[in-house]
């Protein structure tokens, strides 16, 4: 499946949630990562992520989407992060 995460942490945790979401996903930019992931994986990225986040000062927002096949998206300004493949 095809994800994007989104997420609003705290600056003590910043750091290791931004690590964790780079070993399963691309870097798109500032709090933003997208691609393509397996259901375990997934599972795997959402357990650490909540033995890392506080629930009740942070916030992690994942949509996922089975096929990007009839998606566009158009960046304006700066393109950062993330690979060539876009959602």
Sequence with gaps: MF???VYDIGVKRVAKVLKTCRKYLYWVQNS???GEISDANLV????ELKSIIDEEKD???IYSFRTT???NVEIMGIKKG??????
């Design 3 to 5: 994800v994007i995460l």
């Design 32 to 34: 933003v990562f997208e």
């Design 44 to 47: 795997k990225l959402k357990f």
């Design 59 to 61: 916030s992690v927002i």
């Design 69 to 71: 096949r009839y998606s």
């Design 82 to 87: 993330g690979e060539d493949n876009f959602l």
